[in-house]
């Protein structure tokens, strides 16, 4: 079956616009969550969603950071004045059920804030 | 809080010769721990979890609680294990939404 899809693949800004960021999760699957993955910290949490609901938002790195999800399913991550420090990729990843078992994860999106 | 560590950026070995990425944690509750690969313009995939106490692609990975680590290793490495490897901690009734954390990742290289 389809994996998780993120579009788009890559996004190229200039520093102070807003970007949005789409997340497709496996059909069925309830949890979903946003990471990043930057040279100088790594692979870092962001948000999760379970449905519709996002009770941890605890690693949004600022307020300029927002996600949300309708129907259960898709969800965009929005990044408002974008500023250089903002440059990685962003990964979505989605579980089955309350988010205990395996999260798959997508092919990210690369930005790149100029 | 918790936390992996990965010491190794990078780690090097010839074909056929033993490996081991070393994983480090820190949680004060009762911890699952995996292991995810990234292959060469591949998304990020699971290799491997504590719980199923398995072996994948000839990996294995014991959770030592006493010493929190849960080093990833193989006997004999191929040229196709070369890879980017992450140990990763989910916190076990982790009211937070049962995120993972990642350590830094180790860059496995094998030559021929």
């Known amino acids: 079956g389809a994996g998780v899809s993120q579009s788009p693949s890559n996004k190229v800004t200039e520093k102070g616009k807003d970007v949005e960021l789409r997340c497709d999760p496996i059909s069925g699957h309830t949890a979903l969550y946003w990471y990043r993955q930057s040279l100088g910290q790594g692979l870092e949490f962001l948000i999760y969603?379970?449905?519709?609901?996002?009770?941890?938002k605890s690693g949004l790195p600022s307020d300029r950071f927002s996600a949300e999800r309708t129907g259960g399913s898709v969800s965009t991550l929005t990044i408002q004045r974008t500023q250089q420090e903002d440059s990685a990729v962003y990964l979505c990843?989605?579980?089955f059920g309350s988010g205990t078992g395996t999260q798959y994860f997508g092919p990210g999106t690369r930005l790149l804030v100029l | 809080a918790q936390r992996v560590t990965q010491p190794e950026k990078l780690l090097s070995v010839f074909k056929g010769a033993p490996v081991e990425l070393k994983c480090n944690y820190s949680?004060?509750?009762?911890?699952?721990l995996f292991w995810y690969v990234q292959y060469s313009r591949q998304r990020l995939q699971l290799l491997l979890r504590h719980i199923s106490r398995e072996s994948i692609k000839g990996f294995t990975a014991d959770l030592n609680k006493g010493e929190t680590s849960f080093h990833l290793k193989k006997p004999f490495a191929q040229e196709e294990d070369s890879a980017m490897y992450y140990c990763a901690l989910r916190g076990m009734n982790n009211n937070a939404g049962n995120m993972l954390t990642f350590g830094g990742g180790t860059r496995l290289m094998v030559k021929p």
């Open positions: 990843a989605s579980s």
């Open positions: 969603f379970q449905g519709n609901s996002a009770p941890d």
């Open positions: 949680y004060s509750g009762s911890p699952e």
